[in-house]
């Protein structure tokens, strides 16, 4: 069975600073891991996906996540962070399960941008 | 391109009326289609999917159900809600059958049971 764990409900940054948002996933086969972004009462946007190749994946709006096997990690960051990316990030992680995709999401990161 | 579409946005509606929530997609054939829930600090529960017309599979058991009367329509319906039942419900659609294939959702519904 494949899982999620996102560390930290809650992250603040400073505008400009660095951001980093946690994901560790556990999955008996080659995973497939998307980080998902959702801005208050919307629906999720991706932001960028691993499946396979190049371990480091850019994204949308200067964000990118580095697949990182031996960890079982998969963390989301962006250089400089903009008042504009305040928001609730979601990590998931997919896989065919009865004949459909089974994507398991983890319990997300609201992410607070301090002016 | 495809669209995914939602209504009503948002619903307020007593304990043990009935529910109808629908979900439409335009730009696309015979997508998979997901309804997920969206409780406070619990992320995103699948609720059902659907691999076509009439094929409805649940993740929950509970009083809510679902239809696919038409290849790109999707509808959650409960006969009497509860308090619990309270949450933002979330349509999405995704491609054939492939982990690598992202889902694309809805706006959304904000469904509060008073």
């Known amino acids: 069975a494949q899982s999620v764990t996102q560390l930290g409900s809650h992250v603040s940054v400073s505008e400009g600073a660095l951001v980093l948002l946690r994901c560790n996933y556990s999955?008996?086969?080659?995973?497939?891991l998307f980080w998902y972004v959702q801005y208050p009462n919307q629906g999720l946007q991706l932001l960028l996906k691993?499946?396979?190749?190049?371990?480091l994946v850019k994204g949308i709006n200067g964000f990118e996540a580095e697949f990182k096997k031996s960890e079982t990690s998969f963390h989301l960051t962006k250089p400089s962070a903009h008042m504009s990316d305040a928001a609730e990030y979601f990590c998931?992680?997919?896989?065919?399960?009865?004949?459909?995709?089974?994507?398991?999401f983890g319990t997300g990161t609201k992410l607070q941008v301090i002016p | 391109s495809q669209t995914i579409h939602q209504w009503p946005a948002t619903l307020v509606q007593p304990v043990g009326s009935p529910l109808s929530l629908e979900c439409t997609v335009e730009?696309?054939?015979?997508?998979?289609l997901y309804w997920y829930r969206q409780a406070a600090g619990r992320g995103l529960q699948l609720l059902f999917y659907?691999?076509?017309?009439?094929?409805i599979s649940s993740e929950v058991p509970q009083n809510l159900s679902a239809s696919r009367p038409q290849d790109r329509q999707f509808i959650l319906s409960s006969k009497k809600l509860l308090l619990s039942d309270s949450g933002f419900y979330l349509c999405?659609?995704?491609?054939?059958?492939?982990?690598?294939?992202?889902?694309?959702f809805g706006p959304g519904t904000r469904l509060t049971v008073l």
């Open positions: 999405a659609w995704s491609g054939t059958a492939s982990s690598y294939n992202e889902q694309f």
């Open positions: 999955s008996s086969v080659p995973p497939y």
């Open positions: 691993y499946t396979t190749g190049a371990t």
């Open positions: 998931a992680v997919s896989e065919i399960s009865g004949g459909y995709q089974k994507v398991t």
């Open positions: 730009g696309t054939s015979n997508p998979n």
């Open positions: 659907s691999v076509g017309i009439g094929q």
